[in-house]
């Protein structure tokens, strides 16, 4: 179900958004990280042998050309200087061949040597290309890593009456650590607002609307009353976002969006949205809302967005999530309504949200669900009226 058990820190998040580690040699190699020491140096085993073999056996000597691919072979998995070690040895095996120093009982001659050089020399630039990309893409993702950083709000493990637990993790798809879920909760002069959304695509400019919208909740959730125009000013800016784009080329986003006073009363405005579950004596439940269009795209339907209002008692759990869990369920195969898939998770952590976080990682890997779209969740535990620390954020 939820997808890491980091609760707070972007930097964890970024940690927990990368793919999970294949576990034997064989998962390496699907996974495209051969980074076993056996399978770097089985290209120098299989020069060993070919030697030994071509040394004690006549018959070997039909297979001394494959000796030449071996530079090629050390090329996929190690750097230059392996591969220039590598072509050197099959340069004077070659060059003890019976036509040249006459050393081994090899066919080869002085002949053979430019070819087996050639092909020696040009396995070097292919290693030394294939390290220079990857020195590039280990840039590329370090950006992607602080970009990202800057993209994701750093939330505090208690935020108003809310102990906070939240997630991310890209789909198996993006391999960079960039998507267009979103998540913020903050606590200002009008109570705790929190927000949870998903931008659509997945390139740079998904991340910049991320970054609209995240930046226009800050602000709006401060400095606006009411939760309507909190949604408001987030449908206005995906609206400037969206000035001077083609019609069928517009963003727009899902959003849930909420606001809980001191005492405790829950007011949403659900923007096409997944609705949050709620947790309330053992029993949990969907909180459905009257659901309106996406964000940016407010200006296509006649219906305002209809405010829900729940009072929240101490000990409910809010589990807020983008439809990427939806989808990764739905790909697996699974039946069962996530409410009952939630509570299970929820009564074997307990009532923290990082626990509970934690324990939905758990269940996602054991399961082995697929990760079909970027996902993001945020864990609410309700402490009550009463704790207030860290109100602001």
Request: with cysteine; aromatic share 6%.
């Amino acid at each position: 179900m939820v997808p890491t058990d980091q609760n707070h820190s972007a930097r964890d998040l970024l940690r927990y958004a990368q793919k999970k580690e294949p576990e034997n040699l064989w998962g390496r190699l699907r996974e495209g990280s051969p980074n076993e020491l056996i399978l770097r140096c089985l290209p120098l085993i299989l020069i060993a042998v070919l030697v030994a073999g071509m040394a004690f056996n006549n018959d070997w000597m039909r297979m001394r050309y494959v000796a030449v691919v071996m530079p090629a072979l050390i090329a996929l998995t190690r750097g230059p200087r392996a591969t220039a070690l590598a072509g050197a040895v099959v340069t004077v095996v070659y060059a003890l061949g019976g036509g040249a120093f006459d050393v081994l009982p090899l066919n080869s001659s002085w002949a053979d040597l430019p070819t087996v050089g050639a092909i020696s020399v040009l396995c070097v630039f292919l290693s030394w290309a294939r390290d220079q990309t990857a020195k590039r893409l280990a840039d590329m993702t370090s950006v992607a890593d602080t970009l990202h950083r800057a993209v994701l709000p750093e939330i505090p493990p208690r935020v108003g009456p809310f102990q906070v637990a939240a997630a991310y993790r890209t789909s198996m798809n993006n391999p960079g650590l960039l998507g267009g879920d979103l998540f913020h909760i903050s606590g200002t002069p009008h109570g705790t607002r929190f927000l949870i959304g998903d931008v659509s695509g997945h390139s740079l400019e998904t991340v910049a609307t991320t970054v609209n919208l995240l930046s226009a909740f800050s602000e709006a959730a401060r400095y606006r009353p009411t939760v309507q125009e909190v949604g408001m000013r987030l449908d206005q800016r995906m609206n400037l976002v969206n000035k001077g784009r083609d019609p069928w080329m517009s963003a727009f986003a899902t959003a849930l969006v909420a606001s809980v006073s001191d005492s405790g009363r829950m007011e949403l405005l659900n923007f096409g949205h997944p609705p949050p579950l709620l947790v309330r004596g053992g029993e949990t439940e969907a909180v459905q809302t009257a659901v309106t269009a996406p964000l940016g795209m407010q200006d296509l339907t006649l219906m305002e967005p209809e405010r829900r209002t729940v009072q929240l008692e101490p000990g409910d759990i809010l589990f807020l999530y983008t439809d990427g869990i939806l989808e990764s369920r739905r790909v697996a195969g699974i039946d069962t309504p996530l409410e009952e898939d939630f509570g299970a998770v929820v009564r074997r952590a307990g009532g923290d949200p990082q626990g509970i976080v934690a324990e939905g990682r758990r269940t996602f890997y054991r399961d082995n669900l697929p990760f079909a779209d970027d996902m993001a969740v945020m864990v609410l535990a309700y402490t009550g009226p009463g704790s207030l620390e860290a109100a602001e954020f």
